[in-house]
């Protein structure tokens, strides 16, 4: 369901130009390619530094969650993005398959955490997001 709910997230921007996939529509910082962005940086916080325990200057990317996760640099490209998100969803695979479903780490501000809630976590992150990256592009569409 996590595969599935990652290609749902880059079908989503798929076919966008670079400025559509740039374009704000919301209040927030959020657009199609700001997404990806942001669940790559979900991919390494809670694969790399959480469960595998890299710490965040040794994860292959950005680790700052919140409001500058959606922030993507004008140099990097659509199709840049989205092959930095499959990286990280491939290195979180790696990681993933080498722990227990049950097997915990700790958060620092969530706490004890087993690689089960890091999965339905991310699921549920991602199926929202490609939700909302549905919405985006049928607004850029129409």
Request: with cysteine; hydrophobic share 40%; net charge negative.
């Amino acid at each position: 369901m996590l595969d599935r709910n990652r290609n749902e997230l880059i079908n989503t921007v798929r076919g966008l130009s670079e400025a559509d996939a740039r374009r704000r529509l919301v209040a927030s910082l959020t657009t199609p390619i700001g997404l990806l962005e942001h669940a790559a940086v979900a991919e390494r916080i809670w694969f790399q530094h959480v469960l595998a325990g890299l710490p965040e200057n040794e994860c292959d990317g950005g680790t700052t969650p919140g409001d500058a996760s959606f922030i993507v640099d004008d140099n990097e490209t659509l199709a840049n993005v989205i092959a930095e998100f499959e990286r990280a969803s491939e290195r979180s695979r790696v990681i993933a398959a080498d722990f227990d479903l049950d097997e915990t780490r700790t958060h620092p501000r969530v706490g004890d955490v087993s690689l089960r809630f890091i999965y339905l976590l991310t699921i549920e992150d991602f199926a929202r997001h490609s939700g909302h990256g549905d919405i985006l592009r049928e607004q850029i569409k129409h």
